[in-house]
């Protein structure tokens, strides 16, 4: 069952805007909330109110989040998790900071959803300057490159179309453009929206608008609704796959050490035997089994009380605790055993790879970027991991290029008749946002 919905985009862009009128939508449903009241208390109590943020004090809760200076009126700084019922089952829609200098936040929270909605301003996508626009796209293009591998769909709102006096021209030729910067990318849906923060009601979100008679296309509530369900319909037989997002050492709340995970294929239960690799066992990096002895739904330890649960499908981003370590016929305690930046969990039949070098194929254009000792970054389950190119040869179906990771380990699991199950890869080989930084390549074999 499909849990988290992202939303993510540029500063301003807004993204709180939008899941604060879908959120108060949702609590407008007890009869003890009452918006107008608590947008009156906020009045009295900020001392740099400002109403065009009705919505998005419904958000942006944390004081700093609040105040208003020279360079940002309002702006999301953390990771937000709301509860939203769309299509009649409640949803945790995750609102992402999309200022530059909160990348990691941004791509964490990116990572967290199962479906995302990318925000951008129509007028933005309709500037003259090419570049302006493709530095827009350059800072959220590898998630969502990488999301598409792994079967994650994404809606694009183009937002403020108030701005634009609702324009069907407008639209067309933001689409246009979408469509020139997202040729790889798995679009869902393109549709404009925007929300009348003082006349509180909102355009093409939860209901059509009148004002724009022209798009014939869904809300995006019910474009959500209909993801939600093809998510939910779609059959999935393939292996466990399951990367790892953090470890917690002991501490009050949790006995021994404990990891979150995200499920990216198959299906996750309490009982279930289990390899993670690589991992580094009293200095050695090696691969354990193990069985999984709990299972939390504690998302960014949203709750205040955990709630456990004794499974987890693809795309649940959990908490897992492990019992049975063993390394070999060895038992190991969970003192003694670190993840690392690339360890991942497998079906405990599933056979892996470990290498710290590795070689693939591409048909990139610009393959003569990727020169002897050039510095490059995979792309893996929302990590830049650095490599440096140590040889590239001319093949029949295009360049093969043989990469050395830099004192990093990365597992790259297979099946049980030895075929890579994730052979599609993400390359940056540049950081220029004028350029395309990226590359697509097929991985061919990985060796020590």
């Known amino acids: 069952m499909v849990k988290n919905i992202v939303v993510f985009g ?19 449903k007890d009869p003890n909330y009452n918006f107008e009241d608590y947008i009156a208390r906020l009045k009295e109590e900020l001392e740099e109110y400002d109403d065009s943020r009705d919505y998005g004090y419904l958000v942006d809760e944390f004081i700093e989040e609040r105040k208003r200076t020279k360079a940002s009126s309002g702006q999301s700084k953390k ?18 900071p999309g200022s530059e200098h909160k990348t990691i936040q941004r791509q964490k929270g990116m990572y967290y959803g199962e479906i995302g909605v990318f925000c951008i301003e129509a007028r933005q996508l309709t500037s003259e300057d090419f570049f302006i626009k493709k530095r827009l796209f350059s800072a959220f293009m590898a998630t969502m490159m990488l999301w598409s591998k792994f079967n994650r769909r994404t809606i694009i709102a183009l937002t403020k179309m108030d701005q634009c006096d609702y324009r069907e021209d407008v639209y067309n030729k933001a689409r246009e453009m979408i469509k020139q910067l997202c040729e790889m990318v798995n679009v869902a849906a393109i549709i404009p929206i925007s929300v009348d923060v003082k006349g509180r009601k909102a355009h093409n979100v939860c209901v059509k608008s009148p004002e724009m008679l022209w798009y014939k296309g869904n809300s995006l509530e019910d474009e959500l609704t209909f993801e939600i369900a093809r998510a939910e319909n779609k059959q999935n037989n393939t292996p466990l796959l399951f990367y790892v997002d953090r470890s917690y050492v002991r501490s009050q709340q949790y006995t021994g050490q404990s990891w979150r995970v995200k499920i990216l294929q198959g299906e996750l239960s309490v009982g279930q035997e289990i390899k993670m690799s690589p991992v580094r066992v009293n200095g050695e990096v090696q691969t354990i089994r193990a069985k999984i002895k709990s299972i ?14 004794s499974f987890a499908p693809a795309g649940s981003f959990v908490g897992i605790d492990l019992c049975e370590i063993r390394l070999g016929n060895r038992k190991i305690h969970k003192e003694d055993l670190k993840t690392l930046n690339t360890s991942c969990g497998f079906s405990y039949d599933m056979n892996y790879k470990i ?81 395309d930084p990226f590359l697509e390549a097929e991985l061919m074999d990985i060796f020590n």
């Open 10 to 28: 540029m500063a301003h862009s807004g993204k709180s805007t939008c899941i604060g009128y879908m959120y108060n939508r949702t609590r407008e």
């Open 79 to 96: 990771i937000h998790l709301k509860p939203i019922e769309i299509g009649g089952t409640e949803i945790i829609v995750i609102d992402t």
């Open 296 to 309: 939390r739904s504690d998302l960014e330890r949203a709750q205040k009380e955990p709630v456990y649960v």
């Open 355 to 435: 290498a710290d070098q590795f070689k693939f194929r591409t048909n990139f254009v610009n393959v003569q970027k990727a020169n002897l000792g050039r510095q490059m970054d995979v792309l893996w389950f929302g990590r830049a991991i650095t490599f440096q190119v140590c040889r590239r040869e001319v093949v029949m179906n295009g360049v093969e290029i043989v990469g050395k990771l830099e004192n990093r380990w990365i597992t790259m699991p297979m099946t049980n008749d030895g075929q890579f199950l994730i052979r599609d890869l993400i390359i940056r080989y540049d950081n220029n946002p004028n350029v």
